[in-house]
């Protein structure tokens, strides 16, 4: 079965968050927790090497290792991986896998912005030949964008299959930007068969896909938004999220409000009454869609909870 373009970027976050979890599993280890005797060098690094590689085989009977490289990039790597300015290099994984080249991940604190980082990998891959895929057709997402986890994401590509560079920053309140990088190189065509390639326009876009009636709704500087929830079905297209603030539900939905009349909608209603904020909306395009903002104080300190709902009366 060959991975398909999202499929890949859902295994590259896999390995970001994996990379997260096992840095605390080898800092308990280290420090021998429980009574436990302090784990030598050699034994936290084949312990960790265990953790990050498949303990199973691939579909072609293959197997894969992983080496750890903490501090540097992987030696003899078959490419050479640009490193922002001022950034410091916390480590790479080389995965090798039997009779393929081999790919690797690499964990980079940079100073900047996320689109600081991205703009400098668009430049410098660029130089090499990988640049970001066409758009495809296909709903993106909409309604709140979480400020928690993956602040921005990019795929670099040579054509539609391999190599290619995936690119992940993490936005980290007043740290330097976690920057995971993957690179995945050329490969013989046995080897390939049962890799894929993100990068891969073959099949269109996806049919009968419900056409996005919620613009991206990005938080406030300094508030933390965590998505709670979406829904896209039928007449209806729902967001939800929780946000950390001591800014009251007023001011979020007068700020959310601007980046709705942005996109296009057209406000009908609205008002404010401690701890409710809320507005009616006509949403743009075809049919008769109708759009509401709400915004709740909870109970909680600094707590509010968000819906951005779309929706047709008659279903069209």
């Known amino acids: ?64 290792t992983a080496t750890l490289h903490p501090g540097a990039l992987p030696p003899n790597a078959g490419f050479d991986l640009p490193i922002p300015p001022g950034s410091h290099l916390v480590g790479s994984v080389l995965r090798q896998r039997t009779n393929a080249n081999p790919s690797f991940d690499t964990v980079l604190d940079v100073p ?116 709670s929830g979406s829904s896209y079905g039928g007449p209806r297209q729902q967001s939800e999220a929780v946000a950390t603030t001591p800014k009251t539900a007023a001011e979020l939905e007068a700020f959310f409000a601007q980046q709705l009349a942005a996109a296009g909608w057209t406000r009908v209603a609205g008002g404010a009454n401690t701890p409710l904020a809320f507005s009616t909306w006509k949403v743009p395009g075809d049919g008769d869609w109708q759009g509401v903002l709400i915004v709740i104080e909870m109970p909680a300190k600094d707590r509010r909870s968000l819906m951005l709902r779309a929706e047709s009366p008659t279903g069209f």
């Open 1 to 64: 079965m060959v991975l398909g373009g999202l499929t890949a970027i859902a295994l590259t976050l896999v390995i970001a968050f994996t990379a997260v979890e096992l840095a605390s599993q080898v800092g308990e280890i280290r420090g021998g927790g429980g009574g436990a005797v302090p784990a030598s060098n050699d034994d936290l690094a084949e312990l960790a090497a265990r953790l990050i590689s498949p303990p199973y085989p691939q579909p072609d009977g293959s197997t894969q």
């Open 112 to 227: 900047g912005s996320p689109d600081d980082v991205t703009s400098f990998y668009e430049r410098e891959l660029g130089k090499k030949g990988l640049t970001p895929p066409p758009v495809p057709q296909q709903v993106q997402p909409g309604g709140f964008q979480g400020s928690v986890g993956p602040a921005k994401g990019s795929m670099f590509c040579k054509g539609d299959g391999l190599p290619y560079v995936s690119l992940t920053v993490f936005a980290r309140p007043n740290a330097a930007n976690d920057v995971r990088v993957h690179f995945e190189p050329a490969q013989t065509a046995s080897a390939q068969q049962f890799m894929g390639s993100p990068c891969s326009q073959k099949g269109g876009p996806q049919q009968g896909m419900p056409a996005q009636r919620l613009p991206a709704l990005r938080a406030p500087d300094g508030v933390l938004l965590q998505s």
